[in-house]
């Protein structure tokens, strides 16, 4: 899995004008703010403007707290992000070309029918110039595949013996075309 430039790009580009806009626009308003009424404001400070200035000393802290929270999450997104980006999914999908079939016709409801349809179509598409090998498979990897049950005969780590997994179905060529090792 791969990020493209563009989009790294556009995303920092999108985040320092958006913290450019917003953070002078604060900064301009600043000069224009009413120098007399701040002073005559911290002139007659009474209690009122002690609970007023603890209400702000805890709004502040708050922000800060969640300013840490909120960065820790994102290093904690991004790390995960890169381990991502280096981890093998198990399959090598370069230079593989994928379509979809959803075969609603009721002259597909039988698995003769689908079994030759299968034929054909790897037959046609293994006869295009270019095209080393051609296979199907029920489900692509990272979809949802169909669940099967199982339960383990003879259980030596002694835990629970049933499990679930999902399946796909895939014609003799699948394991070469995605380059999916198969270890004994």
Do not use: C
Not at 46 to 53: E, H, I, K, M, Y
Not at 163 to 177: C, D, F, K, M, N
């Amino acid at each position: 899995m791969r990020v493209d430039w563009h989009v790294w790009t556009f995303a920092f580009a999108a985040a320092f004008v958006t913290g450019i806009v917003f953070g002078l626009a604060p900064a301009l308003q600043g000069p224009k703010a009413e120098l007399r009424g701040a002073l005559h404001e911290s002139v007659g400070r009474t209690s009122a403007g002690r609970a007023t200035a603890r209400l702000q000393r805890m709004l502040v802290i708050s922000e800060v707290a969640l300013s840490g929270v909120l960065l820790i999450g994102a290093a904690l997104l991004i790390q995960t992000f890169w381990r991502l980006q280096h981890e093998s999914p198990g399959f090598d999908a370069r230079e593989v070309l994928t379509a979809q079939m959803t075969l609603d016709d009721q002259r597909f409801s039988k698995t003769a029918a689908v079994a030759r349809l299968e034929d054909q179509a790897l037959t046609g598409l293994e006869s295009l110039p270019g095209v080393q090998a051609a296979a199907t498979v029920s489900n692509l990897p990272f979809e949802q595949g169909a669940d099967m049950n199982f339960a383990i005969q003879e259980n030596p780590s002694g835990g629970d013996p049933s499990g679930s997994t999902e399946w796909r179905a895939i014609t003799p060529h699948y394991l070469q075309v995605m380059r999916i090792p198969v270890l004994r």
